[in-house]
């Protein structure tokens, strides 16, 4: 079955220290695989995407992930983090029938 | 800017009232979806409208109806609230392909008491 697994549910980083926030995927094809963010009460933003080329890929807010195929990965990154990254972020792969499979979301939470 | 926009932002119904949730967007995208977003179970997806004129079931499609009533409008209808229809509900739409990205609205707040 395609899946997409989000295997922290909550991420602590220390203001100024790099994060990562993991994400593994299981779809059949090339991978499409995306990154969003959600605010308390609001809707999800887009952060990132990777179609094909680069496997580091760069988005909004100083947030990039890297695509390692052979892992089944999309990890998102950045290189120092802020108060204001604290969030829910969702992981997302299209799947064969190019609906969008959700990760269950992982809680970062950023420490002054 | 508008995007994607949906009403109502929060509703209050009674087991077994309906209503309807409204989404707009204004991006000339040709598909449009409505999820539901409960705790620690990510987004499910409803019904999707792949292009106007269309629409299929998705992940969680009963107790829901959709219309898609042009291309810049999709509309979801409860026909009779339950409880476990509590949720957050959000309206997306992207263009067809699959590298192409989906945007949210705002969403809106459900309860069913």
Same mark, same amino acid.
């Given at each position: 079955?395609?899946?997409?697994? &989000?295997?922290?549910? @909550?991420?602590?980083?220390?203001?100024?220290?790099?994060?990562?926030?993991?994400?593994?995927?299981? +779809?059949?094809?090339?991978? %499409?695989?995306?990154?969003y963010v &959600? #605010?308390?009460?609001?809707?999800l933003?887009?952060?990132?995407?990777?179609? !094909?080329?680069?496997?580091?890929?760069?988005? =909004?807010?100083?947030?990039?992930?890297?695509?390692?195929?052979?892992?089944?990965?999309?990890?998102?990154?950045?290189?120092?983090?802020?108060?204001?990254?604290?969030?829910?972020?969702f992981?997302?792969?299209?799947?064969?029938? %190019?609906?969008?499979?959700?990760?269950?979301? $992982?809680?970062?939470?950023?420490?002054? | 800017? *508008?995007?994607? !926009?949906?009403?109502?932002?929060?509703?209050?119904?009674? $087991?077994?009232?309906? /209503?309807?949730?409204?989404?707009?967007?204004? /991006?000339?995208?040709?598909? /449009? %979806?409505? %999820?539901?977003?409960?705790?620690? /179970?990510?987004?499910?997806?409803?019904? #999707? =409208?792949?292009?106007?004129? !269309?629409?299929?079931?998705?992940? +969680?499609?009963?107790?829901?109806?959709?219309?898609?009533?042009?291309?810049?409008?999709?509309?979801?209808?409860?026909?009779? *609230?339950?409880?476990?229809?509590?949720?957050? #509900?959000?309206? *997306?739409?992207?263009? @067809?392909?699959?590298?192409?990205?989906?945007?949210?609205?705002?969403?809106?707040?459900?309860?069913?008491?």
């Open positions: 079955a395609q899946s997409v697994a &989000q295997p922290e549910d @909550q991420v602590n980083v220390a203001e100024g220290n790099p994060l990562t926030v993991k994400c593994t995927y299981s +779809v059949s094809g090339n991978p %499409y695989l995306f990154w &959600q #605010y308390p009460n609001r809707g933003q887009f952060l990132l995407k990777y179609i !094909t080329g680069d496997n580091l890929v760069k988005g =909004s807010y100083g947030f990039e992930a890297e695509f390692n195929k052979s892992q089944t990965s999309f990890h998102l990154k950045k290189p120092s983090a802020l108060v204001s990254d604290s969030a829910l972020y992981c997302a792969a299209r799947d064969s029938n %190019y609906q969008l499979i959700w990760g269950a979301g $992982t809680k970062l939470i950023i420490k002054p | 800017n *508008a995007g994607v !926009t949906q009403t109502p932002k929060f509703q209050v119904l009674k $087991t077994g009232q309906s /209503m309807t949730l409204q989404c707009a967007q204004d /991006m000339n995208h040709n598909s /449009m %979806y409505w %999820y539901r977003q409960d705790p620690g /179970m990510g987004l499910r997806l409803i019904y #999707y =409208s792949a292009s106007e004129g !269309t629409t299929d079931k998705g992940e +969680v499609p009963n107790g829901y109806n959709v219309s898609r009533l042009n291309k810049r409008e999709f509309s979801l209808r409860l026909e009779s *609230a339950a409880p476990s229809q509590t949720s957050v #509900y959000f309206c *997306a739409s992207s263009e @067809q392909g699959a590298g192409n990205t989906i945007y949210f609205g705002e969403g809106s707040w459900l309860t069913v008491v």
